[in-house]
């Protein structure tokens, strides 16, 4: 039973507190925290706040004593993702000597920072490697609960926190990693499946931060690539191993007709520019040639009229873009900004944009 002392409202959200909970809180040591139920209450999320917990909650409970369920599929999940990355961390200390400085569980994939700026494709690959080879072995993952004075028995991949006090829970992965931890693990290592690295990007100006997924995240993930894959494959008319190659011809003549494309435009512009200028309608000796198009030949127009003389605004979508040398267009922007507050825009001297609903008509008034 799971005894809640009482019910908090914070604007649309519901907590039930409680001094006790058998729900792991959302952001300990960077794991994701348990879901379930707690009566006919949908547990969203759980905190941890000055000792009590918060179990975020669907609808309003009363206080008292309830029955509870744990989504133990979610818990299986976090103990892959989490044993997982102990293993890869520890790889990398083996091969590179890299330290992990930071983790991060969330719930579409986990992250590792590793203390450099620059990663070797060749030893992340490598440290993927040694990391599923350990999964494959199916090593005993152990829970060893020792105290402070005896941490000097146990080789630790990292240091203990000055602030964790009392009993000290240790996972040791077979002799290959042991370390300090609270959160969720495996029993052995083969029920985590597998372990993939999906990306990595520099953070922080001299690390690096890597995207991994294990166990049925890592299937899921290979499914959906497996998927794209074969849609590209089928949209190329190429067998799998071809795509690449059909999709770099593919991109070089998109490359090829766009600059025809733009060529074509600009020859256009260029033809009925003369045209437009003789039409172009007058305010207090300014020509103003107003275009309303989605068609791409507006972009070239301003370089075949004389600027000195017109001013041009040409409409796409809600957004003027209003070109001149004839009047400065940052004040003539600000005007009408000022006039129509929901507007937005900017721009300099000789160029600028409005975007908003207003009439081409009212922008003429303050010519």
Same mark, same amino acid.
């Given at each position: 039973?799971?005894?809640?002392?009482?019910?908090?409202?914070?604007?649309?959200?519901?907590?039930?507190?409680?001094?006790?909970?058998?729900?792991?809180?959302?952001?300990?040591?960077?794991?994701?925290?348990?879901?379930?139920?707690?009566?006919?209450?949908?547990?969203?999320?759980?905190?941890?706040?000055?000792?009590?917990?918060?179990?975020?909650?669907?609808?309003?409970?009363?206080?008292?004593?309830?029955?509870?369920?744990?989504?133990?599929?979610?818990?299986?999940?976090?103990?892959?993702?989490?044993?997982?990355?102990?293993?890869?961390?520890?790889?990398?200390?083996?091969?590179?000597?890299?330290?992990?400085?930071?983790?991060?569980?969330? @719930? $579409?994939?986990?992250?590792?920072?590793?203390?450099?700026?620059?990663?070797? *494709? +060749? /030893?992340?690959?490598?440290?993927?490697? !040694?990391s599923n080879e350990i999964i494959q072995k199916c090593l005993?993952?152990?829970?060893?609960?020792?105290?402070?004075?005896?941490?000097?028995?146990?080789?630790?991949?990292?240091?203990?926190?000055?602030?964790?006090?009392?009993?000290?829970?240790?996972?040791?992965?077979?002799?290959?990693?042991?370390?300090?931890?609270?959160?969720?693990?495996?029993?052995?290592?083969?029920?985590?499946?597998?372990?993939?690295?999906?990306?990595?990007?520099?953070?922080?100006?001299?690390?690096?931060?890597?995207?991994?997924?294990?166990?049925?995240?890592?299937?899921?993930?290979?499914?959906?690539?497996?998927?794209?894959?074969?849609?590209?494959?089928?949209?190329?008319?190429?067998?799998?191993?071809?795509?690449?190659?059909?999709? @770099? $011809?593919?991109?070089?003549?998109?490359?090829?007709?766009?600059?025809?494309? *733009? +060529? /074509?435009?600009?020859?256009?512009?260029? !033809?009925?520019?003369?045209?437009?200028?003789?039409?172009?309608?007058?305010?207090?000796?300014?020509?103003?040639?107003?275009?309303?198009?989605?068609?791409?030949?507006?972009?070239?127009?301003?370089?075949?009229?004389?600027?000195?003389?017109?001013?041009?605004?040409?409409?796409?979508?809600?957004?003027?873009?209003?070109?001149?040398?004839?009047?400065?267009?940052?004040?003539?922007?600000?005007k009408i900004k000022k006039a129509y507050p929901e507007l937005?825009?900017?721009?300099?001297?000789?160029?600028?944009?409005?975007?908003?609903?207003?009439?081409?008509?009212?922008?003429?008034?303050?010519?």
């Amino acid at each position: 039973m799971l005894k809640i002392k009482e019910i908090k409202k914070e604007k649309n959200t519901i907590y039930a507190l409680s001094e006790k909970s058998p729900f792991y809180p959302d952001g300990k040591g960077g794991q994701l925290g348990d879901r379930g139920k707690i009566g006919n209450a949908n547990v969203l999320m759980v905190e941890l706040k000055n000792n009590i917990f918060f179990h975020k909650i669907d609808k309003e409970i009363e206080p008292g004593d309830y029955d509870f369920e744990i989504d133990i599929k979610r818990r299986k999940d976090i103990a892959q993702q989490h044993t997982a990355q102990h293993i890869l961390s520890a790889a990398f200390e083996q091969i590179a000597d890299l330290d992990t400085v930071g983790f991060r569980m969330a @719930e $579409e994939y986990t992250t590792i920072d590793l203390n450099t700026a620059r990663l070797d *494709e +060749k /030893l992340e690959l490598e440290a993927e490697k !040694l990391s599923n080879e350990i999964i494959q072995k199916c090593l005993p993952v152990e829970e060893i609960i020792t105290t402070k004075n005896e941490l000097g028995n146990y080789n630790l991949r990292k240091e203990l926190s000055e602030k964790i006090q009392g009993d000290i829970r240790l996972i040791k992965i077979g002799d290959f990693d042991i370390n300090p931890c609270g959160g969720f693990h495996v029993k052995n290592t083969g029920e985590i499946g597998l372990v993939k690295i999906i990306s990595k990007e520099k953070v922080k100006g001299n690390l690096t931060r890597l995207y991994f997924l294990a166990g049925n995240r890592a299937i899921k993930d290979y499914n959906e690539r497996i998927k794209i894959t074969k849609t590209i494959s089928n949209l190329m008319t190429s067998k799998i191993e071809d795509v690449p190659k059909r999709v @770099e $011809e593919t991109i070089n003549k998109m490359k090829e007709y766009k600059s025809k494309y *733009e +060529k /074509l435009n600009e020859k256009f512009a260029e !033809l009925i520019a003369r045209d437009l200028l003789n039409k172009a309608e007058i305010i207090n000796e300014i020509k103003i040639i107003y275009l309303d198009t989605e068609d791409d030949y507006i972009n070239y127009l301003p370089k075949f009229l004389p600027m000195e003389e017109v001013l041009y605004i040409a409409k796409k979508g809600n957004r003027f873009e209003i070109s001149s040398k004839k009047i400065n267009c940052k004040d003539l922007i600000n005007k009408i900004k000022k006039a129509y507050p929901e507007l937005k825009g900017g721009g300099g001297e000789n160029r600028g944009s409005i975007i908003g609903n207003i009439d081409i008509s009212e922008i003429k008034k303050y010519l």
